[in-house]
């Protein structure tokens, strides 16, 4: 289980790096993906080298085991360098601000080298180390501890903050996942230090993956390649989100469309079954039919304009008072008015609504593209049909919810619009 975890991640993160050298023929490269393909390819080789497997088949004890070792510590460690340097070439591209911090890492690269080779002559054979090498070993440990956190914490850092400042976007997607794989890779790196513990008490080191740090890595190892890859999955699935969002957009509207329609079957833009509630497009063309329901919700609230009270606050604190506990919000009131228009309607009752009313500004708070938006929070473009979906939306949820709530003495089944 720990080789397959491991000989994974390693992988996938191999292969990621020609992948992203491909994508990128052609184009000006970014110097920030490149460090982006350093860490794969040396974290892939550190994983490839360390794992269960690999050490076994080198022997125990052996020169050449040792050599293994060391390489792959200081080819981890050169991975997790290239992320904070890619961190700092995102934040600051072009400048070199990255050269003193690369400097330190060829300095800790270094000294981790000096530390394992004056160790490792004590070691020959499977008995326990002399304590001035558990003391180099231990330092050896620390200090891959140490430089490893401090490249992952300036990444996290820095990527977080550049994230933050771009809107939604697969981008950004991709730079939340990196931070992600960027935190889940700080335990991985902090699973070592029980290994410190182990060359102090017993002067034994095992520097194979273990099986969590297996699952770790491969868990980091998917995050990254995912995070760097996002530009690329993410629009493939924009289109699938953009369909569940106008399902759930164009269920949310079907209250609301069934009473207008039931008051006046008339404002279907579409004769025939497709006209009719619960009739459910297809996902090619259901962003047509959600802005052809827009229109004909807009085309129903019209027709209510003679039957809508005068004071739609006023109708809803005598006849929901249970909606009407707290302070009305616009899209209450404005599903209050419609609520009320359409029992008049049934009723046959006429209630001009008077010149500045609120019920007035409700009903006409909402038009289409050339007037004005509804009233209420929009992220769209005001006076584009967006920006009216996204009011209506608010509208048809306050409306399914107050046509739920009782009126006071009535029955259930007099309270269905």
Known sequence: MADAGTYTAAALLICFAPYRLAVDTGRARDPALRWICWFAVCTGLALAVLAPASMAALGGWSPLRHAAVLAGAELKLAGLTSLAMFARELEDPGHGTGRRFGRQALAVIAAMAVLFTAAVPAARGPGPLPVPSRCLLAGYDLLFVFHSVRCLVLFGTLVARHARRIGPSPLRTGLRLMTAAGALAVVWTLWLLPDVVDVLRHGRQDSAEDLVSALLA????????????????????????????????????????????????????????????????????????????????????????????????????????????????????????????????????????????????????????????????????????????????????????????????????????
């Open 218 to 417: 491969a868990a980091c190892a998917l995050l990254a390649v995912g995070g760097a890859t996002a530009a690329v999955w993410g629009r493939a699935l924009e289109v699938p989100a953009r369909t569940l969002r106008a399902l759930r957009a164009y269920r949310t509207l079907e209250p609301l469309w069934s009473a207008l329609y039931e008051a006046h079957p008339g404002i279907a833009l579409t004769p025939g079954r497709r006209g009719r509630p619960g009739w459910l497009p297809g996902p090619r063309r259901l962003r047509f039919a959600l802005y052809r329901r827009v229109i004909e919700i807009h085309d129903g609230r019209l027709s209510l304009r003679p039957y809508c009270p005068a004071d739609a606050s006023a109708w809803l604190a005598e006849h929901r008072p249970q909606a009407a506990s707290q302070p009305p919000s616009a899209a209450l009131l404005e599903a209050a008015s419609l609520a009320a228009g359409l029992e008049a309607r049934r009723a046959g009752v006429r209630a001009p609504v008077a010149a500045g009313a609120s019920g007035t500004a409700a009903v006409d708070s909402g038009r289409l593209a050339g007037g004005a938006v509804g009233p209420g929070p929009s992220s769209a473009p005001p006076g584009t049909i967006d920006a009216e979906l996204e009011w209506l939306l608010l509208v048809a949820e306050a409306f399914t919810a107050l046509v739920a709530v009782p009126a006071p003495g009535a029955a259930p089944e007099q309270v269905r619009t």
